[in-house]
């Protein structure tokens, strides 16, 4: 009789349901559950995992009656999953449902999504095996129980499996707040999803009939996850934060801090104007960054020779700005920009040698920025505004177009540009096609002289650029990133020596 009594008087374990791809950390978090109390159901490859690992699990179809069919596709999609999840336990009439329905609460969902982007991102992937990867049945679940947070604890991350075990045993307030902040992470979690499976099939999407090319989208989901605060924004009482754009195409790669204080929003926008000039360039270029604009722009024959041009070009403004390179910085070149520059916030390259390194890492805050690589990724630029979104195709960069380029230079003058010109003239348009209009810019071979960025009026920029340039404004070529309304322009250009 006292056994009895014990059973009937056990109480039932409570259930969690776990269907993971990324099985990182799982085998603890598993026989952490199970010591507490917890039942597992689990799914296809995860239920394996457990299984291999003597970890007890039961298949969905237990709970369910019903088989996984079509491949996987459908297993979870069925009442006792979401009646499960859904039902609201303080509801009487719910718990009588749920009964009569012969339906299990489930109080734990630990669930991480099909690797979409991950699958996309790579080059070879098929179309089919990226729609295979759109996962339908995790969502719909981590959304169910996300809705009932009050009463279902949900987890998407195994980063949080340390706080979701303190919390399940040390219950309390701690849970609830726990449970709904998850909860929060779900939707932000389903939302970036479905955009990015939306970008990705926009994306391979035909033209329409007798279109002569690709229509922007009808709408726009732009999804980034929060990489760290920033002191600061552009002014000292502005907040600001570093976020990592995620696409389709997988995560964007954003630069690894190798030295230095931490990066400020201003510090940010000028590396990122750095990349968008070192994309011009096949050869060895450098260039320096001040306020977003360049002021300092150099092409040689190694990266050391071609830094030294570009804090040459104008070392005055040089002085406390952002040094970007195109190619592994080695010792030359970081003694280089040592030597030349005392003070500068940030330096950007692809990769650094030891002794490179060595030599920078002497300025104790000096930002050093790793890239990886520096190639352009965007098809699209955003601009976020008041009324709301711009967006315009990217300007793509001329680097392995010169030839197409040249092809299409016009003289329109009586005086013909020498055949030796046409390097000084693309490198010319390359520097004032990166610059702030009105834009203006002087160039001698592969190094820019002076350059002029940013005003309101073009022959205020002509001005600028040849104060700048100086003495070497004689003979120098001028591009303009726009025509020349008034002949005030040419005159000042004549006035300084300039031949082109």
Same mark, same amino acid.
């Given at each position: 009789?006292?056994?009895?009594?014990?059973?009937?008087?056990?109480?039932?374990?409570?259930?969690?349901?776990?269907?993971?791809?990324?099985?990182? !950390?799982?085998?603890?978090?598993?026989?952490?559950?199970?010591?507490? $109390?917890?039942?597992?159901?689990?799914?296809? #490859?995860? *239920?394996?995992? /457990?299984?291999?690992?003597?970890?007890?699990?039961?298949?969905?179809?237990?709970?369910?009656?019903?088989?996984?069919?079509?491949?996987?596709?459908?297993?979870?999609?069925?009442?006792?999953?979401? !009646?499960?999840?859904?039902?609201?336990?303080?509801?009487?009439?719910?718990?009588?449902?749920?009964?009569?329905?012969? =339906?299990?609460?489930?109080? /734990?969902?630990?669930?991480?999504?099909?690797?979409?982007?991950?699958?996309?991102?790579?080059?070879?992937?098929?179309?089919?095996?990226?729609?295979?990867?759109?996962?339908?049945?995790?969502?719909?679940?981590?959304?169910?129980?996300?809705?009932?947070?009050?009463?279902?604890?949900?987890?998407?991350?195994?980063?949080?499996?340390?706080?979701?075990?303190?919390?399940?045993?040390?219950? $309390? $307030?701690?849970?609830?707040?726990?449970?709904?902040?998850?909860?929060?992470?779900?939707?932000?979690?389903?939302?970036?999803?479905?955009?990015?499976?939306?970008?990705?099939?926009? +994306?391979?999407?035909?033209?329409?009939?007798?279109?002569?090319?690709?229509?922007?989208?009808? @709408?726009?989901?732009?999804?980034?996850?929060?990489?760290?605060?920033?002191?600061?924004?552009?002014?000292?009482?502005?907040?600001?934060?570093?976020?990592?754009?995620?696409?389709?195409?997988?995560?964007?790669?954003?630069?690894?801090?190798?030295?230095?204080?931490?990066?400020?929003?201003?510090?940010?926008?000028?590396?990122?104007?750095?990349?968008?000039?070192?994309?011009?360039?096949?050869?060895?270029?450098?260039?320096?960054?001040?306020?977003?604009?360049?002021?300092?722009?150099?092409?040689?024959?190694? *990266?050391?020779?071609?830094?030294?041009?570009?804090? %040459?070009?104008?070392?005055?403004?040089?002085?406390? +700005?952002?040094?970007?390179?195109?190619?592994?910085?080695?010792?030359?070149?970081?003694?280089?920009?040592?030597?030349?520059?005392?003070?500068?916030?940030?330096?950007?390259?692809?990769?650094?040698?030891?002794?490179?390194?060595?030599?920078?890492?002497?300025?104790?805050?000096?930002?050093?920025?790793?890239?990886?690589?520096?190639?352009?990724?965007?098809?699209?630029?955003?601009?976020?505004?008041?009324?709301?979104?711009?967006?315009?195709?990217?300007?793509?960069?001329?680097?392995?177009?010169?030839?197409?380029?040249? @092809?299409?230079?016009?003289?329109?003058?009586?005086?013909? #540009?020498?055949?030796?010109?046409?390097?000084?003239? &693309?490198?010319?348009?390359?520097?004032?096609?990166?610059?702030?209009?009105?834009?203006?810019?002087?160039?001698?071979?592969?190094?820019?002289? +002076?350059?002029?960025?940013?005003?309101?009026?073009?022959? %205020?920029? &002509?001005?600028?650029?040849?104060?700048?340039? !100086?003495?070497?404004?004689?003979?120098?070529?001028?591009?303009?990133?726009?025509?020349?309304?008034?002949?005030?322009?040419?005159?000042?250009?004549?006035?300084?020596? =300039?031949?082109?």
């Amino acid at each position: 009789m006292k056994n009895a009594k014990t059973s009937k008087t056990k109480k039932k374990n409570k259930l969690a349901l776990i269907s993971v791809s990324d099985k990182t !950390g799982l085998e603890t978090f598993a026989r952490e559950i199970v010591k507490i $109390g917890f039942g597992i159901i689990s799914t296809g #490859g995860t *239920l394996a995992f /457990l299984k291999q690992h003597k970890i007890p699990a039961r298949s969905i179809s237990e709970l369910t009656g019903f088989p996984e069919i079509l491949e996987g596709r459908v297993k979870t999609l069925h009442p006792k999953v979401h !009646g499960a999840l859904l039902y609201r336990r303080a509801d009487a009439a719910h718990r009588k449902q749920a009964k009569e329905q012969g =339906i299990e609460a489930i109080d /734990l969902v630990v669930v991480n999504l099909y690797p979409f982007a991950e699958v996309t991102a790579k080059p070879n992937a098929s179309f089919q095996e990226a729609l295979e990867n759109i996962d339908i049945g995790g969502p719909s679940m981590i959304r169910s129980a996300a809705k009932n947070f009050e009463s279902v604890t949900v987890v998407t991350e195994p980063q949080d499996y340390s706080r979701v075990l303190e919390a399940l045993k040390n219950p $309390g $307030g701690k849970l609830a707040a726990l449970n709904k902040e998850l909860a929060g992470k779900v939707f932000a979690l389903t939302a970036r999803y479905d955009a990015l499976i939306a970008e990705f099939l926009a +994306g391979k999407a035909r033209p329409r009939k007798n279109e002569s090319r690709e229509t922007l989208p009808a @709408s726009i989901s732009v999804q980034c996850s929060k990489l760290a605060d920033l002191r600061y924004g552009e002014n000292p009482h502005q907040r600001a934060a570093m976020y990592e754009r995620v696409s389709s195409k997988g995560t964007s790669s954003f630069p690894a801090q190798l030295h230095g204080k931490e990066l400020s929003f201003n510090n940010l926008l000028d590396a990122d104007g750095a990349r968008s000039v070192l994309l011009e360039f096949n050869g060895p270029a450098a260039c320096v960054i001040k306020h977003n604009n360049p002021c300092g722009v150099a092409e040689a024959d190694t *990266l050391s020779e071609a830094a030294g041009l570009a804090i %040459d070009s104008d070392s005055l403004s040089a002085f406390g +700005g952002i040094i970007g390179l195109n190619r592994k910085c080695d010792a030359a070149t970081a003694k280089m920009i040592a030597d030349k520059l005392k003070f500068f916030e940030v330096i950007l390259a692809p990769s650094y040698d030891s002794k490179a390194l060595e030599i920078l890492k002497n300025r104790a805050n000096l930002r050093i920025l790793e890239t990886q690589n520096i190639e352009e990724t965007e098809r699209l630029n955003y601009r976020i505004g008041a009324w709301g979104l711009l967006l315009q195709d990217a300007d793509a960069p001329l680097a392995g177009r010169e030839k197409e380029f040249v @092809s299409k230079l016009k003289w329109v003058t009586q005086k013909k #540009g020498a055949h030796e010109d046409r390097a000084g003239l &693309v490198f010319a348009w390359k520097c004032a096609k990166v610059v702030r209009s009105n834009a203006i810019v002087l160039v001698q071979e592969t190094q820019t002289v +002076g350059i002029g960025a940013g005003q309101m009026s073009r022959v %205020d920029s &002509v001005k600028i650029a040849c104060e700048k340039a !100086g003495s070497r404004a004689w003979g120098s070529i001028l591009a303009s990133d726009g025509f020349f309304p008034m002949p005030d322009n040419i005159e000042v250009a004549h006035q300084h020596g =300039i031949r082109m």
